[in-house]
């Protein structure tokens, strides 16, 4: 994997005799994998020369195509887009990829910046052919390259990216705040909130990582969204992280000031015998990562879908508020009413209590102000009340007392520190509304796709009319196991068909809601006891929805050359237990299925 650099500044492009070495441009990083995927890291004003470069250098006839990550749309990581020369030319086709918000989606962001008033050529004019992906929190991947979201700690909903390819992993994190200031120092080791961000970074080849100031200017920054540069290397530290490039450079910072700050890190890094290489991040500087493929695995803390559709049901669930202070519940109050969010109060802490049985709340806000309130035993009293088999509410407590949030404990979802501003909680609300609201997991394609469905189109089974050898198998396995619905599913390019269908009122659905296409990718078999405890499932749309999914069993339908075409399952609206002897029992009838494919087949 290659990385180079084209704009490193932070806020405001800063051109001059000050900045020649670090450069002034604002965020821009270009990512290319060994096979050649290109991906664009945010498109601040250094997006402009490498598109001119993308240009020149492109093969004669050939389209300059790629992906465009945006990390949030503050103007230092946009304003380069209305000016990236690949999307001039007919031919190519990018897509752009940034969070999602609640009242616009990232096309109508960036189409704002180029509005009339401040552009003459409007998104729509674009000669290219684009296609806009609003992100959430979670996983997916873009041609060979694996990426993992993360929610970072800033004004503006902000993703993280985390990039695994050829055996080697890069984190960017642009821009971030600390969630604790006690940690801005970088004295302290990482713990709490913040140690849950270092999570995110753990183990990377290299993290890119905001370092606007330093722990000296902080304590007037503090609520701007940066990092310090110390922050950013406690972090790193305490991840395991092997190489650090301090980024966002802050607009006054002149090149021999950066110079400074590297060399007091390296210093202090060297006295701690710590192996962690520390550069700052220049324009045009590039950087060759090679790793071991075995190493590559996608981020396993990360369980999401990041490209899932939120489904407006979940968006619409309350926000439970329980707060004493009266500024912070004002404040919380106009800003959940500013994301379009219903809200409940709750009276006590009976009413607390009782209402989040009754009620499925996107997330709960408790104040914590000890000893008059405390709000992580309210928490703990709220999670084991939580009903079993209830989608885990997202628990936030506020406080005004920082030491809070740098306690290492697992009750809290995220702490909310006062003062703090409407806009800021609104992006908080927003973040934590998306994340519950995420909780569901597409299955990849399997690296043998294309011959699997040629496989599954030759055998010209699809789209035919019932046949009670199939249908027979289905009717004895909904009896025998006492389930609603028993399926013999065949996962088609973009759905599921169902060959055989006991207890189904469709004959099939789409592919990305099909708990048979996880089968399918790991030809392997699944179940799922209890779909609403299952973060790949709780959301998934037959499980909201009709049938109401809540137990699933599935048997590959692999045939004698390898390729899994299908599975013969099960389903129930009753979370249940399956027993070594009841998989048995399904692999016997599914390999009657089997059979009579492959009688057809010969
Ligand atoms: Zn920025
Ligand atoms: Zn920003």
């Not at 905001?210 to 304590?219: G, K, N, S, V």
């Not at 695995?297 to 407006?312: C, D, E, L, M, Y």
Request: hydrophobic share 40%.
């Amino acid at each position: 994997m290659r990385i180079q650099f084209w704009g490193t500044r932070g806020s405001i492009a800063k051109p001059g005799p000050t900045t020649t070495r670090y450069g002034g441009n604002t965020s821009c990083v270009e990512i290319r994998s060994d096979s050649g995927t290109l991906i664009v890291v945010d498109c601040g004003t250094g997006g402009h020369s490498l598109g001119h470069q993308l240009m020149s250098q492109r093969k004669r006839n050939l389209p300059v195509n790629g992906h465009m990550l945006i990390s949030h749309t503050h103007w230092d990581h946009i304003q380069g887009i209305p000016f990236f020369a690949p999307m001039f030319v007919q031919e190519n086709t990018w897509n752009i990829y940034g969070p999602k918000g609640l009242s616009q989606n990232l096309r109508t962001t960036l189409a704002g910046q180029m509005d009339h008033s401040y552009f003459p050529i409007a998104l729509d004019q674009f000669a290219s052919t684009n296609h806009y992906h609003d992100l959430v929190e979670g996983a997916f991947s873009i041609d060979d390259i694996q990426i993992t979201s993360r929610y970072l700690n800033h004004p503006a909903l902000t993703l993280g990216y985390r990039f695994e390819v050829d055996g080697a992993s890069v984190a960017y994190c642009c821009d971030h705040e600390p969630h604790s200031a006690a940690f801005a120092s970088g004295e302290l080791r990482i713990t709490g909130v913040d140690r849950r961000y270092a999570e995110f970074v753990e183990g990377a080849d290299l993290v890119i990582h905001d370092a606007q100031y330093t722990a000296l200017e902080y304590a007037a920054k503090v609520g701007w969204g940066h990092s310090t540069a110390e922050y950013a290397v406690r972090v790193c530290r305490d991840a395991g992280v092997k190489r650090l490039l301090l980024t966002h450079h802050d607009p006054l910072r002149d090149d021999a000031a950066i110079d400074r700050i590297v060399s007091g890190i390296r210093e202090r890094l060297r006295d701690d015998k710590v192996d962690l290489k520390v550069d700052a991040a220049a324009e045009g500087m590039a950087v060759e990562l090679r790793g071991t493929p075995a190493v590559s695995a996608p981020n396993p803390k990360v369980q999401f879908q990041a490209r899932t559709a939120i489904s407006a049901a979940s968006m619409a669930r309350p926000v439970l508020l329980y707060t004493i202070d009266k500024s912070m519940t004002e404040t919380l109050a106009l800003a959940i009413r500013g994301e379009s969010m219903p809200m409940v109060n709750a009276r006590d802490q009976a009413d607390l209590l009782k209402l989040s049985a009754e009620e499925q709340f996107s997330v709960v806000i408790i104040e914590h102000s000890p000893p008059a309130r405390d709000g992580l035993e309210l928490a703990l009293a709220l999670r084991a009340s939580e009903a079993e088999g209830r989608v885990q509410v997202p628990i936030v407590l506020v406080t005004s007392g920082d030491h809070a949030a740098s306690q290492a404990n697992n009750i809290a979802t995220d702490w909310l520190v006062a003062p703090f501003s409407l806009s800021y909680a609104r992006t908080k609300i927003r973040a934590w509304a998306l994340r519950s609201a995420s909780r569901w997991i597409r299955a990849d394609l399997p690296k043998d796709e294309a011959s699997r469905v040629s496989v599954l189109r030759e055998l010209g089974i699809l789209d035919t009319g019932p046949e009670e050898p199939f249908d027979r198998v289905t009717r004895i396995a909904a009896t025998a196991f006492n389930a609603p619905i028993s399926l013999v599913s065949l996962v088609d390019t973009d759905r599921q068909w169902f060959k055989s269908n006991f207890g189904l009122s469709t004959s099939e659905t789409s592919r990305d809601s099909a708990f048979c296409a996880h089968v399918v990718q790991k030809n392997d078999e699944l179940v799922v006891s209890d779909t609403l405890q299952d973060d790949r499932f709780a959301d998934n749309p037959l499980v909201q929805g009709q049938p109401h999914v809540r137990f699933y069993a599935g048997a590959p339908l692999t045939l004698r050359d390898g390729s899994c075409i299908g599975t013969l399952c099960l389903f129930d609206t009753r979370p249940r237990e399956f027993t070594h002897e009841d998989m048995q029992m399904l692999r016997d009838l599914r390999d009657l299925v089997l059979d009579e494919i492959e009688r057809k087949r010969v």
